[in-house]
């Protein structure tokens, strides 16, 4: 019989991802989503089920409905500026809803979940790579939640034997490479889709965030994963719960670094357009370099990235966006 996932947020960039490789290797993927960021054509490899994770009744009627064996959890709000500003609306929705979320698991008997965690629990690492062990400083509200959740999820292991799989993202970045999905965020915040705006002409110009960092070419340098490799770890991480049953965390990145301007240099050799370019002030909380060390998640996971290097992401993001994204479909 097929396995059923619930997919929290499975109608946004990473979980749709994530529905397309759980549809691939023979589960259903339950979508269970707002979509308050979401899209409905996103959601297209299993149903998609409109509900919110703060809301206990719907969340039982579709846990009796599908009974699923495990959860992915993406659902959360992620705009690192705005948990500074309003930061209850972050801890309301990421961890008042997990908990929701696995109270929900706890009636219906679901013992597993596999949770969206974040480098950005790191705050600013000590040592470059980063691993499984590093401390977890977060500095923004948004970081703190996912480290709260962390928290949570291993106190309910303890005490009702749910085990989950915490996977920490670095950069998820690039698009389905059959063109299906891909990232379409209202607001957009995240580097590449707004260097492919500025390369197409659709914004004046990309903003550098401090050219200044003690790095070769004075732009931060981050660890960008392509969500294809990333959707990938999660169907590996279900089977890993289902087969030792024994909760754990892991860094989801390459171990390469790659600069704000190497990024816009890619986008211009693959869009052959010049991108606008204006040198800002650094972003405040943004550390000046951040990489996974993946070693872990290729030992326990067998996982390794097979869309991650720089001209694959950039090269699929860019097909998707000069495409329209969901708006052009
Ligand atoms: N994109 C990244 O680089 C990145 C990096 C690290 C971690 N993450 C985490 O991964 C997860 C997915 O990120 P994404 O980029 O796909 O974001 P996204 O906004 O595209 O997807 C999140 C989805 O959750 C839904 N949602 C939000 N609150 C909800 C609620 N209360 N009830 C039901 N649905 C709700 C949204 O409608 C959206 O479809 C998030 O938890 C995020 O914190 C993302
Ligand atoms: O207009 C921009 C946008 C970004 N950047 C720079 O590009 C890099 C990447 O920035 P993103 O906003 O794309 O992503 P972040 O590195 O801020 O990602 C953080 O926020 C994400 C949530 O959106 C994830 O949680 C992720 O794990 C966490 O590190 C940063 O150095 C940033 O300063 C610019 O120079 N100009």
């Known amino acids: 019989m097929k396995s059923t996932i619930l997919v929290t947020g499975g109608a946004g ?23 308050v960021y979401g899209h409905r054509e996103a959601a297209q490899w299993g149903p998609l089920e409109y509900g919110d994770i703060l809301d206990h009744a719907r969340l039982d009627q579709v846990f009796r409905l599908y009974q699923p064996e495990a959860v992915i ?7 690192v500026g705005e948990s500074v500003v309003d930061p209850g609306k972050y801890y309301q929705n990421n961890v008042a809803g997990t908990i929701n979320l696995l109270e929900s698991m706890r009636r219906h008997g679901c013992r597993m979940i596999i949770f969206s965690s974040t480098c950005a629990s790191f705050g600013l690492p000590k ?8 401390e977890q400083n977060p500095i923004n509200p948004y970081g703190r939640s996912k480290l709260m959740i962390e928290q949570i999820l291993k106190d309910y292991d303890g005490a009702y034997g749910i085990r989950h799989i915490a996977l920490r993202y670095f950069n998820a970045a690039g698009a389905d490479p059959e063109g299906v999905v891909g990232e379409d965020h209202e607001p957009e915040t995240h580097l590449i889709p707004l260097v492919i705006d500025a390369a197409l002409g659709r914004r004046e110009c990309i903003e550098i965030f401090g050219t200044d960092y003690p790095t070769p070419d004075g732009t931060a340098i981050r660890d960008y994963v392509h969500v294809t490799d990333l959707a990938d770890a ?10 030792d049953g ?18 816009i240099q890619s986008v211009e050799t693959i869009s052959r357009c010049t ?5 800002g002030h650094r972003r405040p909380g943004d550390p000046p370099e951040l990489v996974a060390d993946p070693r872990k998640a290729l030992q326990f996971l ?11 992401i950039v090269g699929t993001a860019f097909r998707w966006h000069e495409g329209g994204g969901f708006r052009g479909a």
């Open 275 to 279: 991108v606008p370019v204006r040198e």
């Open 73 to 79: 959890h993406f659902a959360a709000y992620a705009y």
């Open 302 to 312: 067998d996982w390794r990235p097979r869309f991650s290097e720089l001209e694959t």
């Open 13 to 35: 960039y990473i979980g749709s991802h994530t529905c397309k490789a759980l549809r691939d290797s023979d589960c259903l993927p339950v979508a269970y989503d707002n979509l």
């Open 246 to 263: 024994s909760s754990d965390q892991f860094n989801l990145g390459t171990g390469t670094g790659t600069s704000v301007r190497q990024i």
């Open 127 to 134: 040592m470059i790579p980063i691993g499984e062990t590093a």
């Open 234 to 243: 999660h169907v590996r991480a279900v089977d890993k719960l289902r087969r």
